[in-house]
């Protein structure tokens, strides 16, 4: 997940010149689930997916409540 990360932080880098942090939302991706994959791996693989997303935003807009 660290790799994905630091991808998602590097394209950010590249935007920001030109467009305000502020005016930026993450996307999430889709997980790839095969349809092969058993339902526990599926799930697992969704929710790293969001984990790594929840991880992005805090970093970038840091943590409201």
Same mark, same amino acid.
């Given at each position: 997940m660290p790799d994905?990360? @630091?991808? !998602? #932080?590097e &394209? !950010? @880098?590249e935007v920001t $010149? #030109? !467009? =305000?942090l502020n005016r930026l939302s993450l996307? *999430?991706?889709n997980a790839q *689930?095969? $349809?092969n994959e =058993? #339902?526990? %791996?599926a799930? &697992? &693989? /969704?929710? %790293? %997916?969001i984990d790594m997303a929840m991880i992005a935003a805090k970093k970038l807009w840091? /943590? %409201?409540?």
């Open positions: 994905e990360l @630091d991808e !998602i #932080y &394209k !950010i @880098d $010149p #030109y !467009i =305000a996307c *999430v991706p *689930v095969l $349809p =058993a #339902y526990e %791996t799930l &697992k &693989k /969704q929710w %790293t %997916t840091g /943590q %409201t409540e």
